[in-house]
């Protein structure tokens, strides 16, 4: 009879362990949440990341904290996320970084794949060729291209983040151009803005409204199809150069071992927030097509676009950044 008292007394307490800790996983978010961007304000990344980061906390009813982390090529934001602990509280609000800098780089100091998890896809996007038209006179992508082959050596691109898009262009197209890198986007735009960089290969977030203003031009856009909010930009396709080819997604990532209950929390809300009719009408606005996925679904497109970057490292044969 004792012994089944003790068996019975040990039940309860599991139980009641069981349901403490349900609940206090229920509470999530009972304080405010830290959104790591890996960037300078001004740019891409930032305008997506202090949009979700608005929403989520009136989502969540909790504050949401947007913490700027800039600083090679946004590793050291995507470090200090690695790093914190898995309990959704630090999330990191990212774009193409989070998939080109762990084929990019030789020395990263985590593990992109097995430290930082996907929460949610907010959306995909292409990028756009740019040209500050006061100083580069060029109408389209082809009488650019001609005009690189003419200067070999004489023409830069402003990178404000990865450099692999414009790698990408450079090789395929065997042109001879340098790659200068900034802090971040709003950094490179400002490079090419005041004419020290001479074309960039970007998202349209930092630049649409340079671009309605006639501060910056657009030779075209690497996707399969057009880009609504600039209908009159061509593929690089229709341009001339159907081989390249170049696109990503913004998405919010947060320490791996996070619990289950926590990222499906998360992701719920980030999907609510990426169907509302003035989230899509802002993420269109910035050149991207709003998203849902499921976390399973995230995890598979953050895993498989690594893959596919590092085979396109190898077989481009671009070199790798200490």
Not at 55 to 76: P, Y
Not at 202 to 224: C, D, E, Y
Request: overall charge positive; hydrophobic content about 45%; glycine content about 8%.
């Amino acid at each position: 009879m004792r012994r089944s008292m003790n068996i019975l007394r040990a039940g309860l307490v599991s139980l009641a362990l069981c349901l403490g800790m349900s609940a206090a996983q229920a509470e999530y978010p009972d304080h405010a949440i830290k959104a790591i961007v890996p960037f300078p304000p001004g740019g891409g990344t930032d305008i997506f990341g202090r949009l979700i980061g608005q929403q989520l906390a009136m989502t969540l009813n909790q504050s949401v904290v947007i913490e700027n982390r800039s600083g090679a090529d946004g590793n050291i934001g995507m470090e200090a996320t690695a790093r914190s602990a898995p309990d959704g509280y630090t999330l990191l609000m990212n774009s193409s970084a989070a998939t080109v800098n762990p084929v990019m780089y030789s020395k990263l100091r985590f593990d992109a794949v097995n430290d930082l998890v996907p929460v949610a896809v907010v959306c995909e996007y292409y990028n756009v060729i740019v040209i500050n038209p006061e100083k580069t006179r060029v109408r389209n992508l082809a009488e650019f291209v001609d005009l690189i082959r003419k200067n070999p050596g004489k023409l830069n691109a402003a990178a404000g983040g990865s450099r692999l898009p414009i790698d990408m262009f450079r090789l395929q197209n065997s042109l001879d151009v340098a790659v200068i890198p900034y802090r971040g986007g709003g950094d490179a735009i400002l490079a090419l803005l005041q004419g020290e960089a001479d074309f960039m290969i970007v998202n349209t977030p930092g630049i649409i409204g340079h671009m309605k203003a006639g501060k910056l031009r657009a030779l075209a856009v690497t996707a399969p199809q057009r880009q609504w909010d600039i209908p009159d930009v061509p593929t690089t396709r229709e341009a001339g150069m159907p081989d390249y080819n170049y696109g990503s997604f913004f998405a919010v990532y947060t320490r791996a071992g996070t619990p289950p209950e926590v990222l499906r929390k998360l992701n719920a809300a980030i999907n609510t927030i990426t169907a509302k009719p003035e989230v899509i009408r802002t993420l269109r606005e910035g050149g991207a097509e709003p998203v849902q996925r499921s976390t399973e679904e995230a995890l598979r497109k953050y895993q498989g676009e690594i893959a596919r970057l590092k085979d396109i490292v190898v077989r481009a044969k671009l070199p790798m950044v200490d």
